[in-house]
């Protein structure tokens, strides 16, 4: 049986959608302690939840993540809670769900699933199957608190992504992808902006969306962006960027992104061809506010180039990025030459 799409029918009305924040940035700032679970607080402190979620809608988000990113089996045995997957993952959609339904409009609740944080068979132990078992168990507990959507990100191995994709077909939840390309413009495992559409090709679902999330800061994932939606124009790309480049004040890490920068992340990545715009690391909720005022006040305009997200938002950190600006320089300054 297919599963619903809200995504596209969200699309449909709004044309584009603003996803949340950060999570764990704003947990922090609500009490979050290093070194917790913040899964853990779904049981133990589900109003510091709930106010998360509240906040986010609040802002203007048309989705937003539950409180799951570590919520595999993998990730909860490092604080003991790997027999919990089912019901802390169920209780993180509940959270969701019942801010989510309270909204005067349409906030679709996605599931956030994560890497488990193992390296799958010839690099390490676990096997694909393995993996599979272990998205799907915790998908089944997304599924049972209300999460309409599997929402799988932060991802650097191409098996992973499909692994999850796989588990979530059998669960029977419509499933978004993203990866965090971090290392000279690619994944750490090596994958290209250009290619993520290709992961999951030949599973019995398709994608609802594919894109990239987190990563090093705002222009080198608008730069993927392009990359991504030039591979696929036609496809529901996703773009949720940190908030500017992490910078370390004494022991604490702030981000650099203004209001304002974000405002015009937005923009571009509208521009660029993104359907669905958030933010990652370091989005605070002000943030968010100032990005759905710009969103909704925005136009589509021109297809920005590399240089132009540089010249508004800041220098990329990826150096091949940063090689791949100073080409398309070159190259339009020959087609200049050319025309004299």
Known sequence: MTATNPIDALLAEKGVLLADGATGTNLFAMGLEAGEAPELLNETSPETIASLHQNFVDA???????????GTRHRLKLHHAQDRVHDLNRRAAEIARSVADKADRKVIVAGSVGPTGELLVPLGAM??????????????????????????????????????AQAAIRVGLPYTYTGSFDTAGRTMMGLLPKD???????????????????????????????????????????????CGIPEFR???????????????????????????VGGCCGTSFAHLA????????????????????????????NKVATANTAETSEARRERRRSRA
């Open 60 to 70: 203007g988000a048309d989705i937003i993540l539950t409180n799951s990113f570590g």
């Open 127 to 164: 096997t694909y199957d393995d993996a599979v078992d272990a998205f799907a168990e915790q998908i089944e507990g997304l599924k049972a608190g209300g999460a309409e959507v599997a929402w799988i990100e932060t991802m650097s191995a191409p098996d992973e992504i499909r692994a999850a």
């Open 250 to 276: 004494g022991s604490e890490i702030h981000y650099s992104g203004t209001p304002e920068l974000m405002s015009d992340y937005v923009r571009l990545a509208v521009d660029a061809g993104a359907k669905i």
């Open 290 to 317: 100032a990005m759905r005022k710009a969103l909704d006040a925005h136009t589509k305009a021109a297809r920005p180039t590399v240089e132009t997200i540089v010249e508004r938002i800041g220098p990329m950190r």
């Open 196 to 242: 993520i559409h290709a992961v999951a090709d030949g599973l019995s679902q398709a994608p609802l969306g594919v894109g990239a999330n987190c990563g090093v800061g705002a222009s080198d994932i608008l730069a993927s962006l392009l990359d991504m939606t030039e591979a696929k124009p036609e496809a529901t790309v996703i773009v949720k960027g940190n």
